[in-house]
């Protein structure tokens, strides 16, 4: 048995939490002088009416050490094998506290952590393609070996509805978010190599949406893919989304779910993308 854990970052289908086995560890959000653990004493819709009550940003903070030593406690038995998948190393220090958890608990479970390189609907594609492969007869090493490929494929192509929340966050100036109001300017951005990058500016929402199919069809043209659609409090822009890219793309499978806290907190309500990658 191999117990699979991810972070808050990943986004998935809440089925696939109890279908495919996965624990996630909750990141730490912080509202002014109270800390909440995200989806234990905060759910998506809360912190959303938070911010809009205070008309700030919360700063989220990756779960410590200690929170990991203790997570991996309470779900394994001495000599388990943890897979534990998170968020690129490049955007949040999570991963760095897996790896010292993993090294504190070295004498009683081999913890292996898993630089995802990635985020959201990234991190839970590869939790799934994980438990598949190990219910297949497959031991640690060859699943991380495979997940290793996999995370090489995976493009993650995001559009946000105004720029004000990564105003309020520090992502961007206010001059730039004020001049993208103005111009009603949609913001395009992918997440490559571990970074999250504004790579283009589109005119209108639906201009942006087309934007996202369009640059997915140019990455893996007719190649068959699995697809992820994320939406931050806008699922009705996420199913459209979903349904042009049906329309354009050689979609085997597709799955339509929440964008995670920890990259709403950044990007802000109305923010949807597709994550994607070729399959053989």
Known sequence: ?????????????????????????PINIQFGEKTYLQNVDLDTEGFYKLVDETRKVPKTSQPTPHQFVEFYKKIANEGDTILSIHITSKLSGTFDSAVAAARELQRT????PFDSTCGSAGIGMLCREARILERAGRGADEIVKQLEAMREKIDIFLTLDTLNYARMSGRVGAMQAALASVLNVKPIATLGNGVLNMTE???TRGASLERLVAMAKEKVGNRPINLTVVHARDPQSGQSLLEKACETLNVKESYLTD???SIAANLGPGTVGLIFYPIE
């Open 259 to 261: 964008l995670s806290i």
């Open 109 to 112: 479970f081999n913890v292996i």
């Open 201 to 203: 500016k589109v005119r």
């Open 1 to 25: 048995m191999i117990h699979i854990v991810t972070d808050g970052a990943a986004d998935m289908p809440k089925e696939w939490l109890k279908e495919f086995d996965i624990h996630v560890v």
